[in-house]
């Protein structure tokens, strides 16, 4: 079993930067594959970023976000720049124990609660 527990989202004006992060417990990090998506109102949730031996980004983020993992310290970031009204949703981070990189939701079996991350006009 993996503990997924995310943190710091908050309020943002467009333009500006915030950095989540997700502390997991309860498997060997390093192991891990680690990917974060995001839900809007009204949306399917959508595939943000993941990390297994290397990172990989959805379109829609690619050069605005940095995901990074500590294996020392059993956390994932997504550091988030140039941020968009349309980034506004709740993050959550996922993890797998098989790799490589996925970007479907049904591959990874263990899901943090989420974190609201809203980005004014």
């Known amino acids: 079993q993996v503990q997924l527990v995310g943190s710091g989202g908050g309020l943002m004006q467009a333009g500006g930067s915030l950095e989540l992060s997700c502390a997991a417990s309860g498997r060997t990090f390093s192991s891990l594959t680690v990917a974060w998506f995001r839900q809007a109102p009204g949306k399917e949730r959508e595939f943000v970023a993941a990390?297994?031996?290397?990172?990989a980004y959805a379109d829609s983020v690619k050069g605005r976000f940095t995901i990074a993992r500590d294996n020392a310290k059993n956390t994932v970031y997504l550091r988030m720049d140039s941020l968009k009204p349309e980034d506004t949703a709740v993050y959550y981070c996922?993890?797998?124990?098989?790799?490589?990189?996925?970007?479907?939701?049904?591959?990874?079996?263990?899901w943090g609660a989420g974190t609201q991350v809203t980005v004014s006009s």
């Open positions: 996922a993890a797998s124990t098989s790799g490589p990189v996925r970007t479907t939701m049904s591959f990874y079996p263990y």
């Open positions: 990390y297994n031996w290397a990172p």
